[in-house]
């Protein structure tokens, strides 16, 4: 039949061609596997079932009308078992696949970059949710034919079921990418059916709690709550995708602008609340989900990996994007910067507010006291141990060393103080951050900060002392691709124009 007949059918075509071959492969591989479309046939019958018990217990009940709540939270967990358990494994085994078979070498010589693997993975998986969503419609039309079901609240709680379920699947994505070895991977899976209790429970109890309290949230508070599961999510794929990468490639720039873009968000949302409490908890929201990126960069090897060498002498790195370049001083450079960015709106907000308020100026010095606290953490004992980053086992100790110093800053001056009989007030002491915060809020005087203004000033000297030569030498080094870049150019012209 000639293509003609169908308009569409070109269409279809060049979309064919430009679709993601990993998406094509993992969803034909999971409908014609057995694993997927056995799944899929026991959450239908055993929906069925469900379904049958919960309309006969309704209806049999002396004196109760049939509801659709009942109806309705029996068929929920039926389906939550197909599209927070079965999907999730699904993509952790079809991930784990691709090291036992050892496609992965294929198909990054075939140019299928990590990154269209991950989300070919993950394109995957939302394909085989919206399957289990799209055989779940029949039994929701049915729960809203009876009484008690709100229409807005079937459907947002049915569209967060599904983006839980996404988030799920990025992380059995990551485990899959990260645990290479199969017994490491027997612990992944325990890992992973743990969250997905720990998950599903608290998804399924805010949604319970929605439709039996007959409230529900505003479309700030649920947009935000999307907002979060597609962050956790971004940091899922990147993290895979950093995983399956070559050691030489760039596996630091993707975090670092997600954990930027996040801060750059919540920064926006708390200049936008116009109150200094909601204001600072938003900055220390944006500061959290930034940190684990600032962790993983100020721990990373020093030199710039060969890949992005040769890619910044052909195309050049300009300097204000050294921040988000791979390398362990331009990491600093990255905590300097979100700090800056994280303090420049709170004196945005203070001056929005009409800066006359001390409340919001404490905000902006509490906002302060912490970064620097933050700081002591990451880049003390990164800073330490900077000249042998280059070492793998280094830069783990590192990790590990930036994770347990705020523990000890902490919990070992409480301890001490606990000793010496000052049990009630054992954690009130600069190590704790909330305590900073708290004596900033709340001091009197501006000679009661004293204390803490000196406690600042010694740490911000320190952190300068072990990192400063560190971001010079980081800087240094794309200042010299720069000048290979912009010789290679001049000489080119002069080349051709020799006989």
Not at 8 to 22: F, H, I, K, M, Q
Not at 39 to 67: H, Q
Not at 101 to 128: D, I, W, Y
Not at 442 to 471: G, H, M
Request: hydrophobic residues 55%; positive net charge.
């Amino acid at each position: 039949m000639s293509p003609d007949v169908f308009p569409g059918t070109a269409l279809l075509d060049r979309l064919a061609e430009r679709t993601n071959p990993v998406l094509v492969k993992e969803v034909r591989s999971a409908l014609r596997g057995r694993t997927f479309a056995g799944g899929f046939i026991f959450v239908l019958v055993l929906a069925l079932v469900a379904s049958t018990i919960a309309m006969i217990v309704e209806t049999t009940v002396p004196g109760n009308m049939p509801s659709g709540l009942g109806y309705l939270t029996a068929i929920a967990v039926v389906f939550g078992l197909g599209a927070h358990g079965l999907v999730p494994f699904t993509a952790m085994a079809s991930m784990s696949g691709e090291h036992d078979e050892g496609s992965l070498e294929l198909l990054q010589l075939s140019g299928v970059s990590p990154a269209r693997l991950v989300l070919g993975k993950l394109g995957a998986a939302a394909v085989q949710a919206a399957l289990i969503y799209a055989a779940f419609l029949p039994f929701l039309s049915f729960a809203f034919l009876l009484q008690g079901v709100d229409l807005v609240l079937l459907v947002a709680s049915t569209l967060a079921s599904f983006v839980g379920s996404i988030a799920f699947s990025a992380l059995a994505i990551f485990l899959g990418a990260v645990l290479r070895v199969r017994w490491k991977r027997v612990l992944g899976y325990v890992v992973l059916a743990i969250v997905l209790m720990v998950g599903v429970q608290g998804l399924f109890g805010w949604i319970a709690f929605g439709f039996f309290s007959g409230s529900t949230l505003s479309w700030r508070d649920y947009l935000l709550g999307l907002a979060i599961t597609a962050t956790v999510t971004a940091v899922f794929c990147v993290q895979a995708t950093a995983r399956l990468q070559h050691a030489e490639e760039n596996r630091s720039t993707a975090l670092r602008v997600l954990g930027t873009a996040t801060l750059l968000a919540a920064a926006a949302f708390g200049v936008h609340t116009g109150h200094p409490d909601e204001t600072f908890t938003w900055l220390l929201f944006g500061l959290g989900f930034a940190t684990p990126s600032m962790l993983l960069a100020v721990t990373e090897a020093e030199r710039m990996p060969r890949a992005v060498l040769a890619r910044a002498r052909l195309r050049g790195s300009p300097w204000f994007l050294a921040p988000w370049m791979p390398g362990g001083g331009r990491g600093v450079l990255l905590v300097l910067v979100n700090g800056t960015l994280a303090l420049v709106a709170s004196v945005v907000a203070s001056l929005i507010a009409g800066g006359s308020g001390a409340v919001w100026w404490r905000m902006v010095g509490a906002l302060a006291a912490l970064e620097i606290w933050l700081a002591f953490a990451l880049l003390v004992p990164s800073g330490l141990a900077a000249r042998w980053l280059d070492t793998r086992w280094v830069q783990m100790l590192a990790r590990v060393a930036c994770i347990a110093l705020p523990v000890v800053l902490l919990l070992l001056p409480a301890f001490l103080r606990f000793l010496g009989g000052s049990s009630s007030s054992a954690f009130r002491h600069p190590g704790n951050p909330a305590h900073l915060a708290e004596q900033i809020f709340d001091a009197k005087e501006y000679a009661d900060l004293l204390p803490v203004a000196i406690v600042a000033v010694l740490a911000a000297a320190l952190v300068a002392a072990l990192n400063v030569p560190r971001v010079l030498r980081s800087l240094g080094e794309v200042r010299r691709e720069r000048a290979r870049r912009a010789t290679r150019s001049a000489e080119a012209p002069v080349a051709q124009a020799q006989p």
